[in-house]
């Protein structure tokens, strides 16, 4: 599975942004998809992820409430739909795909390529 985020860019804190991942693969369907990000300096860290069916959802208690995690399955896509950013959210975003539903990123098998976006007036 080959994965393409995209979305990401410069918003004022407040905004809204959505951020898409394109995967490759016919066997896309099957998998769980994950949102992680890092933040200058810092680790990477769990955002979101969604099961295969759309039916279990995860998310950190950091974006939970503003962030939304879906999937379109007939076109090979995932979205993170963010909203009341802040500047705490400023960080390169990674989509990734894996087998097993969990925060752990070590779970994930396969890493897009990250897209950036920047939280600030």
């Known amino acids: 599975v080959q994965l393409q985020a995209s979305g990401g860019g410069l918003v004022q804190p407040g905004g809204s942004l959505r951020l898409s991942c394109a995967a490759s693969?016919?066997?896309?369907?099957?998998?769980?998809m994950g949102w992680f990000r890092q933040a200058p300096g810092k680790e990477r860290e769990f955002v979101a992820t969604?099961?295969?069916?759309?039916?279990?959802?995860y998310y950190s208690d950091s974006v939970k409430g503003r962030f939304t995690i879906s999937r379109d399955n007939a076109n090979n896509t995932i979205y993170l739909q963010m909203s009341n950013l802040q500047p705490g959210d400023t960080a390169t975003y990674y989509c990734?795909?894996?087998?097993?539903?969990?925060?752990?990123?070590?779970?994930?098998?396969?890493w897009g390529q990250g897209t950036l976006v920047t939280i600030s007036s």
């Open positions: 969604i099961s295969w069916n759309r039916q279990t959802k």
């Open positions: 990734a795909a894996g087998v097993v539903i969990t925060r752990a990123d070590r779970h994930y098998n396969y």
């Open positions: 693969g016919r066997t896309f369907s099957s998998y769980v």
